[in-house]
Each structure stands twice: as C-alpha cells, then as structure tokens.
C-alpha cells in the first residue's frame, strides 16, 4: 500500500482541466462529500440526478450544479461527465459504479463500494478492464491527522504494537432509514464498522500482513432480522498484534476512535472518520503525554485533491478496486463469524 501524499494529493495546478463530475442522487452526505470540495478545487459539478426530479433540481438550485437530469443512467451516459460520484444506498453502490465503469467514467463511490466480496470483484475486474481511476470514499484515509497516526507506528516510537482499538458508535437514524434494510445492504457494519476495518487494514504494511478475524458478536435490530444495530470484531496481524472494531448504529453517545498500543507508547485519534471534527491526536510515551494538531481542512477536501491528482496527473491513490475487494472481504467475515450472513446481492438496476 503507498501511503497518502503530505498534502492529501497534489492541487489542481494552473491550466489544469478541472474535474467534470456528475451526482447520482441528491443524498444528504453529497454537499460536504463532493459539492463543497468541488467547489473549493475548481472543479464542475456537471449534472445530477434524483429518483425526484422536483429534488434533484432543487437540490441542483441550491448547491449550483449546471443541469438536472433524468435519470442515473443519463449521467453516466452523459458526454460531459468525467467522473461519477456514486452515494447512493449501498445496495445501489456496486451496480452502478459497474455502469460508470462501462461507460469510461472514473468513479468516486461512497463506502462500502458494494453489498458484498463477490460484487466488489465484479467492479475490480471491470475497472481493470476500462482502465479508469476507482476510488471507495475512505476520506479519512487522506486527512493529515491520520497519516500522522500511521507515521507514528512506522517510526517506532510506540515500541512493538500489541493492540489496536478503532470505534465507530453513534446514535441511530430513524427507523424508516434504508441503513436498517437487509435487501439494501444495510447495517452497522456497512454503514460505519467499515471505516474501523479500514482503518486497522491500513496499518497492515508494519504489522506484518493483512489481519484476519478471529470471532465476532453482533446484535440485530428489532424487527429487522439479519441486519446488525451493532457489531464487535477481534482481529489478530501475522505480526502478533491484536485488535478490535466496534461498530454500533443506536449508539447512547458517540465513540468514533482509534488507539495503538505499543510497548513504549500509546497514540489516540479522538474522531479518526471525521478528523476535521476534531485534527487532534494524543500521544502518551513514558516521557509524558502530548498533544499534536494536524490538517486544516475537511476529510473530503484532502480526498477529492488525491482523487483529481490521480484523474489529471496520474498521481498515485493509496487504494483502489483491489483494495476495495480486501476490506469487503474482511466484512464478510466478521458477518460469518458473527452468525449472520453478507449482504445480499441486490438484482440490479434494469
């Protein structure tokens, strides 16, 4: 895995095209996920579409995107988009990143990049076969805070790493929400325990390999049997060094952390998803415990800069499709060992 430029990835240089991207849907998560940085890098944001139309073009009027059009198929077909930006539930992710990528778009596509290990593979070998830039949102991964984090362990100074902690536990959205839906794809591990798989998978190259899921517990939500309201996964590296992911989507507070224990340390992101909510990370070594600041900006912006300086540049992502297979597959697992079952394949898009 290379790790995340200084800088998140390089700035749209002078001259440089700017990105043309097109929306699939209006979802909540789109204004400070794409439209926001787009905004702030020089990019477009072409045209977006809405299962409503009525809300894609007032969502359109209001964030200023140029055109509304009718359909999701009409965005990936449309000749000025270079880029699709897929949040759609995460039921939708894996068919219709396959139809950008058939399309010849590059594609950004909010985490988890499909409903399951099989799917994922399916978009990993069509993004092989475009030669189109693939990128799951892990915005995280390119905010500063965090590559300080994996600096930390790389150097040395928390000793030998004996244990990882990563958390993702807040409060729940409301019971209609399409999170709580099995055929969607839904459930805590989806929605949030994936950032804590990640997270642990990107500390993998200085801990001796990739980690495997030793058991799992889970608890499923009332009236929605197989899908998860929490979620808790042991994890061992080839290294030696154990770890935990706690996911939990009805959460009484907020737990959104990651710690790495070592034998001379100890280094705690206080809200490793969401860095900009918080950029501090604490570091407590035998000579005392201090606290550094890192990143000024928002997750999405460091992530949508490493996704242009791959587009125009050819810059280097630290994840891609094959990436995206790996941390599916380690879900999958932890829903195998906790006695539930993958997501299920949704039947497509027509």
């Given at each position: ?11 749209r ?18 204004p ?10 020089g ?32 965005v ?18 894996a ?5 950008a990528?058939?399309a010849?778009k590059?594609?950004?596509?909010e ?10 593979a ?30 930390l ?58 980690p ?7 608890g ?15 994890l ?11 996911c ?38 035998p ?64």
């Open positions: 895995m290379a790790d995340v430029p200084a800088g998140g990835g390089a700035p240089s002078e001259g440089a095209a700017p990105l043309r991207i097109g929306l699939l849907g209006a979802a909540r998560i789109a400070e996920a794409i439209v926001k940085p787009a905004q702030a890098g990019h477009r944001i072409v045209v977006v579409a809405a299962r409503d139309r009525t809300r894609a073009k007032e969502f359109a009027e209001r964030h200023g995107i140029e055109r509304v059009a009718g359909s999701y198929a009409e990936v077909a449309d000749p000025e988009v270079d880029v699709v930006y897929n949040p759609l539930v995460n039921g939708l992710h068919p219709w990143n396959l139809a990528v058939a010849g590059h594609v950004l596509t985490k988890p990049s499909a409903a399951n290990r099989e799917e994922a399916e978009v990993r070998d069509a993004v092989a076969k475009a030669g189109v830039a693939f990128m799951e949102g892990f915005h995280y991964l390119f905010h500063p805070v965090n590559r300080r984090l994996r600096e362990v790389a150097s040395g100074e928390l000793g030998e790493v004996r244990h990882l902690t990563a958390a993702f536990r807040v409060p729940g959205p409301g019971p209609d929400d399409p999170r709580w839906s099995l055929e969607l794809a839904g459930g805590a591990l989806m929605d949030l325990g994936c950032y804590c798989l990640h997270a642990l998978r990107m500390l993998a190259p200085y801990l001796g390999g990739e495997r899921v030793v058991a799992a517990r889970a499923e939500r009332a009236g929605a049997p197989g899908v998860d309201e929490w979620l808790d996964a042991d061992e590296f080839p290294g030696g060094a154990t770890a935990t992911a706690r939990h989507m009805a959460f009484d507070g907020r737990d959104m952390s990651i710690t790495v224990t070592g034998t001379r340390g100890e280094a705690t992101v206080p809200n490793f998803p969401l860095a900009h909510q918080d950029n501090r990370i604490v570091i407590r070594t000579e005392g415990e201090r606290e550094e600041r890192h990143g000024d900006r928002t997750t999405y912006h460091y992530q949508l800069e490493a996704f242009a300086a791959r587009v125009r540049h050819g810059v280097p992502l630290p994840i891609d499709a094959d990436d995206a297979v790996a941390t599916m597959a380690l879900i999958d697992d932890c829903y195998r060992a906790a006695g539930l079952s993958p997501r299920p394949r949704h039947p497509g898009i027509g």
